[in-house]
Nanobody
Framework: VQLQAFGGGLVQAGDFLRLSCAASGRIRGYAIGWFRQAPGKEREFIATISSSGSNTNYLESVKGRFTISRDNAKNTVYLQMNSLKPEDTAVYYC????????????????WGQGTQVTVSS
């Protein structure tokens, strides 16, 4: 499966963005994770969603602000990001894994190219 992440941009603190992760094939059966990587830092887990969408998991610092969801009929996973902060600035990536959702980026088999999110103060 090929993934493409898009929807990033330059926003001000407090604004919102919705990222999309579109798959070229069917994503049913794949757990999806959103990760981000800031310059000089390692790729960081943000949120995961199980293949059915029934289970989600979030980085503590984004709980209550970010929401991951999926539409298997559209082969797309979303990351709604509200109340954005400058520290959310990073390149955001989506990954797919054909088993249960995990927070380690090394366990994901497929990756999108990333989309830049920049939050100004």
């Amino acid at each position: 499966v090929q993934l493409q992440a898009f929807g990033g941009g330059l926003v001000q603190a407090g604004d919102f963005l919705r990222l999309s992760c579109a798959a070229s094939g069917r994503i049913r059966g794949y757990a999806i994770g959103w990760f981000r990587q800031a310059p000089g830092k390692e790729r960081e887990f943000i949120a995961t969603i199980s293949s059915s969408g029934s289970n989600t998991n979030y980085l503590e610092s984004v709980k209550g602000r970010f929401t991951i969801s999926r539409d298997n009929a559209k082969n797309t996973v979303y990351l709604q990001m509200n109340s954005l902060k400058p520290e959310d600035t990073a390149v955001y990536y989506c990954g797919a894994r054909y088993t249960g959702a995990v927070i380690s980026s090394t366990e994901y088999d497929y990756w999108g190219q990333g989309t830049q999110v920049t939050v100004s103060s």
